[in-house]
């Protein structure tokens, strides 16, 4: 069972490092968006991992509130791009 | 045998995350790259959560799994879709290979 652990958490760390990539690249502010929103989930999902692994399960607690602020921040970014255009086509 | 089902839910679901960075990292235009990180990072989301909900055996804990679950699996295409509906206004671009553009079509007339 440690072995599947170990791989686990190597696969999710090696994908949050693989989304920074895309953070740090992202041509547009939309793709940093995105690349942080999967980022978050990657964390919820690093967080399931451990609980199972320590037996901590007020860890996925924690994991739920990671979401539920991810969510909103990516639904302030998404209206915030969306004012930004239309000021734009007003001018 | 739980154990067994609880390493497969683990590492399938972990696989996915992975495949969802990948095709984040590499696939060519945003629309794509929403696409990889709305679907497959849900499903790696859910099955991870199965995992822990299997893993623990207390029914308090099941339970606030397959809320998070239920949750996940409805908040991800709504932001998708807020994200992908401000990219395409703010005129993001499209990949080269992209067959049709119906909105762009029907905004003309």
């Not at chain 1, 895309?22 to 991992?49: C, F, H, K, Q, Y």
């Not at chain 2, 495949?19 to 790696?44: F, N």
């Not at chain 2, 099941?62 to 401000?86: D, E, N, W, Y």
Request: proline share 2%; glycine share 6%; with cysteine.
């Amino acid at each position: 069972m440690t072995i599947v652990f170990i791989i686990v958490e190597i696969m999710l760390a090696v994908a949050i490092a693989i989304t920074f990539i895309r953070l740090m690249l992202g041509p547009t502010m939309v793709n940093r968006v995105v690349a942080l929103d999967l980022m978050a989930i990657l964390v919820v999902g690093m967080m399931a991992s451990e609980a199972v692994r320590s037996g901590e399960h007020a860890l996925l607690d924690v994991a739920v509130v990671v979401g539920i602020t991810a969510f909103i921040g990516t639904v302030a970014f998404a209206v915030l791009i969306d004012r930004d255009t239309g000021d734009k086509q007003d001018d | 045998m739980t154990n067994i089902l609880i390493a497969f839910c683990l590492l399938s679901g972990a696989l996915f995350m992975l495949i969802a960075a990948i095709g984040v990292l590499r696939l060519p235009d945003l629309y794509q790259r929403l696409h990889a990180s709305s679907k497959a990072a849900t499903l790696g989301v859910a099955l991870l959560l199965l995992g822990a909900a299997l893993h623990s055996g207390d029914m308090g804990v099941v339970t606030r799994c397959l809320m998070a679950i239920a949750f996940f699996m409805a908040t991800a295409p709504v932001g998708a879709h807020l994200i992908t509906r401000a990219a395409y206004n703010h005129n993001e671009p499209l990949a080269k290979e992209t067959l049709s553009d119906e909105w762009a079509e029907d905004r003309k007339n």
